[in-house]
């Protein structure tokens, strides 16, 4: 296989930014990546997304070549980018940040202090990376199948993946040193390092060509305000529960997300992450401690929300003129009932209230204080009416949603837990159950099996809708804005009718006031039955 020639590959790229078009709708042609383009050259925005369907219709060789070799090719990409911008700009930029001046008054003094002639010495000159104000990220063909977490292995290595999961753990935003300039306390120049890995040793001698000549050693201190930062988060994605094989445990995934891609899902959510998979390069002692295994990452390109159980992204669906006319029909509430788990015969009653459940009522704030809307649902029944059955049903079904059982959780486990942060060391505070459930519905099974203790847990979610906190220097309220439907046997296993209802639901009052529906569910034998 011949070398590629990445100069003829950029001009390939150039051309297809500038003469890729559609048909409008009134049969003019649509430039949508000139428009792209004139946005990032007046700083309206700072995202620029290419969709590699868009790059196949012009050139398949230079897609495919995207997708197996995309970091090399989002430089490429970048590149072409920053040539075309100057021919896009029919305007001043009227908003100006810090660096824009900074840089402005660099090149006054240059211009001052320097002959006419006299080439910039090379640690002195940009980084491209400096002057760049935008972020260029691929949109994967949608020929791509999504991976599983388990499939993406060694052979993804620098390829454009997407990889489907749930969100387990999100870091906070924090800033990431992308160049850092320093200046030298003898001469005053400015020298630039561009940082690539994970860490970097600062720069200390100064290395411009008056130093040099004059030997005064000057020393460089680093000049946060001329170095350039940008957003970084790290997200912990877990695959599914179904797609874990027999007698597995679940494996899971770093994302690290730059820029505008952070931000953008929560714990809980389901997403789809389209990025490159990369090895995570160390350096030093850490690498020595690591031997010659190496950790890996995926870089995020798009990060998109997905539905539960099926295939398309959320929010996607409008509903139709056929399905606006089904709404407005008089037995809609019934039908909408009984297509809650319809492989479930009877218990009507019950799915019409988790129905009510699923769609919630509304915060009201009187005065200062809050009512919550959420609806808090207890099935207390005999074994063998479908309870767990319909939970699973529910768990599947919400959009944000949690299934616990009684014995399997523990308070800790159900409201938040604090931990040690692995990237900085520091105590953090993990969301259990509830928390994750926030805006959703917590389901959990065998509520009668639970502990005194951890049922405690549940009392302050079900009514004030938060979780409090104060452990370990830690204090802080969180969301827990969640319905919880909880299903639980009868005290002695079977509802006894000989029995008063207290005696047969040995749940304390507390707990039993905050149920807003308790479903009593009887299975009585007969001899025909």
């Known amino acids: 296989m011949a070398p590629r020639d990445y100069a003829a590959e950029k001009e390939k790229v150039k051309r297809f930014l500038q003469e890729f078009y559609r048909d409008g709708p009134d049969g ?45 090719y989002g430089r490429l990409f970048a590149d072409a980018v920053h ?28 211009q001052r202090g320097r002959e006419r002639g006299d080439a910039r010495s090379p640690q002195n000159q940009y980084p491209p990376e400096l002057l760049r104000r935008f972020e260029l990220y691929f949109k994967a063909p949608s020929a791509a199948k999504a991976r599983v977490v388990r499939d993406v ?45 994970p860490t970097f040793t600062p720069l200390l001698m100064c290395p411009s060509r008056e130093c040099q000549t004059n030997r005064s050693g000057g020393r460089l201190y680093l000049q946060s305000r001329g170095s350039k930062f940008v957003k970084f988060q790290e997200l912990k994605m877990q695959e599914h529960t179904d797609q874990v094989p027999v007698g597995h445990l679940p494996r899971s995934i770093t994302v690290v997300a730059h820029g505008e891609n952070t931000r953008l899902a929560q714990p809980g959510d389901h997403v789809s992450v389209t990025g490159v998979f990369l090895p995570l390069l160390k350096t030093g002692f850490r690498q020595m401690a690591q031997g010659l295994l190496s950790e890996t990452y995926l870089e995020a390109h798009a990060i998109a929300k997905m539905n539960k159980s099926e295939e398309e992204e959320e929010g996607a669906g409008e509903l139709s003129a056929e399905e606006l006319r089904q709404i407005t029909e008089e037995d809609f509430y019934d039908k909408l009932a009984a297509s809650i788990a319809p492989e479930i015969y009877g218990h009507e009653d019950v799915k019409k209230a988790l129905l009510l459940l699923l769609v919630g009522g509304v915060d ?49 486990g159900l409201t938040a837990a604090v931990l040690r942060d692995p990237l900085t060391g520091e105590l953090a505070l993990e969301g259990g159950a509830l928390v994750l459930a926030d805006r959703g519905v917590c389901c959990i099974d065998e509520f009668d099996k639970m502990l005194e203790a951890d049922r405690t847990a549940i009392h302050e979610v079900m009514e004030q809708q938060s979780v409090s906190i104060a452990k370990a220097g830690v204090l802080a309220t969180l969301n827990a804005r969640c319905a919880i439907l909880a299903a639980a046997n009868p005290a002695y296993g079977r509802y006894n009718p000989r029995r008063s209802l207290e005696h047969n639901v040995q749940l304390p009052a507390a707990l039993l006031s905050r149920f807003d529906l308790l479903w009593l569910i009887q299975d009585r034998p007969d001899r025909d039955n």
């Open 28 to 72: 003019s042609k649509e430039f949508p990546y000139r428009e792209l383009l004139t946005a990032l050259a007046h700083r309206e925005r700072t995202a620029l997304y290419v969709a590699l369907d868009d790059v196949a219709e012009d050139d398949p060789a230079l897609a495919e070549a995207a997708c197996d070799n995309a970091p090399r």
């Open 364 to 412: 009201r704030n009187p005065h200062g204080m809050k009512i919550r809307g959420n609806i808090n649902i207890c099935l207390m029944g005999d074994p063998g009416v479908a309870k767990s059955q319909l939970l699973s049903y529910i768990d599947r079904l919400a959009p944000r949603s949690q299934y616990t059982t009684g014995r399997g959780s523990s308070g800790v």
């Open 153 to 197: 292995k060694a052979d993804c290595i620098g390829k454009l993946v997407t990889v489907r999961g749930i969100v387990t753990r999100v870091t906070e935003v924090k800033p990431m040193m992308v160049v850092a300039t320093y200046s030298c306390d003898q001469c005053g120049a400015e020298t630039y390092q561009p940082i690539q890995a």
């Open 83 to 110: 040539e075309l911008l100057p021919l896009y700009k029919e305007r001043e930029v009227s908003r100006k940040d810090v660096l824009d001046v900074y840089i402005e008054h660099r090149l006054l003094l240059e």
